[in-house]
């Protein structure tokens, strides 16, 4: 499995943006897909995340209401849709996939930036 994530870019408090990762073709054997992120100077934090099977979706604290995980099939992406984004959620954000052991991460996408200004 390979992960791309895009769609990182600088707005305003308040407004939304849409971050994908595609995932190769040959995605099989996907437990989970997350979202991840790592603001300056903090560790990286747990954001969102699709079960494969089944679709259930998990949320951090700080993002629900406000962001939605989702898979787009016929792109072979799973996006997250953040609305109402707040200076806080000033952060590289990552998507990962779990291939081995459900539960945990083991292949990762390189990073986009996402820089709310107030």
């Known amino acids: 499995v390979q992960l791309q994530a895009s769609g990182g870019g600088l707005v305003q408090t308040g407004d939304s943006l849409r971050l994908s990762c595609a995932t190769s073709?040959?995605?099989?054997?996907?437990?989970?897909v997350g979202w991840f992120r790592q603001a300056p100077g903090k560790e990286r934090e747990f954001v969102a995340a699709?079960?494969?099977?089944?679709?259930?979706?998990y949320y951090a604290d700080s993002v629900k209401g406000r962001f939605t995980v989702s898979r787009d099939n016929a792109k072979n992406t799973v996006d997250l849709q953040m609305d109402n984004l707040k200076p806080e959620d000033t952060a590289v954000y990552y998507c990962?996939?779990?291939?081995?052991?459900?539960?945990?991460?083991?292949?990762w996408g390189q990073g986009t930036l996402v820089t709310v200004s107030s």
């Open positions: 699709l079960a494969w099977s089944g679709g259930n979706t």
């Open positions: 073709r040959r995605a099989s054997r996907i437990y989970a």
């Open positions: 990962a996939a779990g291939t081995v052991v459900a539960g945990t991460y083991d292949v």
